[in-house]
């Protein structure tokens, strides 16, 4: 059980529906229902059930936890005032951009055991105002500047050919991206990715190529297709950084990213979240 579960729980019992909570909490129906679903789960007891007009009311136990959980937000946020904002880490609210979602990106923000969202660009701002995420992680020029968060350029990552040097060692050579031009790509499929993978196409033109894409389902399918040398792989390169065993070419492009805050967090956090961000993108 989470902080973010029980936002969520709290938002659902206000609201007596899934689609309504879910845009106030800034994700998506099925994201809100399965949470909710993992919390019934480790409660072992449903939290909410449907009328005959289908209209979502809490259970009697739902309204004992409503109780509780609304007693536990409250000490939460008195935590949080009487420390200067800083909270602890398990119950941080962590964004990243939604074409992140299945990559090693939560790495980048190093706050163990904090909750996190994958939201579309035009969500995360949102989410900062209503303070339902604390730190976000963002594209360049996704998120302008707020009155109520802080927000300041981290650093870029390059664009990478991501390939098992086994598979290409039949060249015999130092490789280059022209090297590739007949390899097949793997990217993920999907509408949240549908603008990184148009900009990671993109950037093989200096070379002379436009890739030949396949479209695979999840970050973990392009991995294994890599892996078994059926091809390679494009993306940012903090996302090849875990796998060592597998080889990447810098294709001279680099996506800039940002770090948004909310301005009630302890300056002390900040600091350290920021200057740790920046590390991992060198």
Not at 116 to 141: G, H, I, T
Not at 217 to 241: I, M, P, R, T
Request: with cysteine; charged share 15%.
């Amino acid at each position: 059980m989470n902080e973010h579960q029980i936002r969520c729980f709290l938002l659902v019992a206000e609201e007596g529906s899934f689609s309504k909570a879910a845009h106030r909490c800034a994700v998506s129906q099925p994201a809100i229902s399965k949470t909710i679903a993992t919390l019934e789960g480790e409660l072992g007891i449903r939290l909410f059930s449907r009328q005959g007009n289908r209209a979502l009311v809490l259970t009697e136990a739902g309204r004992l936890y409503l109780a509780f959980f609304q007693n536990v937000a409250t000490q939460w946020e008195s935590l949080r005032s009487g420390i200067g904002g800083a909270a602890p880490t398990a119950s941080l609210q962590l964004a990243f951009p939604a074409c992140l979602e299945g990559f090693s990106s939560p790495s980048i923000l190093p706050l163990s055991g904090a909750n996190q969202q994958f939201l579309p660009p035009e969500q995360v701002s949102q989410a900062l105002v209503k303070r339902q995420v604390d730190f976000s992680f963002c594209l360049q020029d996704d998120v302008s500047q707020g009155k109520q968060y802080a927000l300041t350029s981290v650093g870029q990552s390059e664009a990478v050919i991501l390939f098992s040097g086994g598979y290409f060692s039949r060249f015999g050579k130092t490789l280059e991206p022209v090297d590739f031009a007949s390899a097949a790509f793997y990217l993920v499929e999907g509408e949240p990715y549908r603008r990184m993978n148009l900009w990671l196409e993109r950037t093989c033109l200096p070379f002379g190529f436009m890739p030949r894409t396949v479209y695979l389902s999840d970050w973990a399918a392009v991995l294994e297709k890599v892996h078994a040398g059926q091809g390679s792989a494009l993306c940012y390169d903090f996302c090849a950084s875990g796998h060592k065993q597998l080889s990447t070419i810098g294709l001279g492009a680099f996506q800039g990213f940002s770090l948004a805050w909310r301005r009630q967090l302890s300056p002390k956090l900040c600091d350290e979240v920021l200057s740790a961000v920046k590390q991992q993108l060198k």
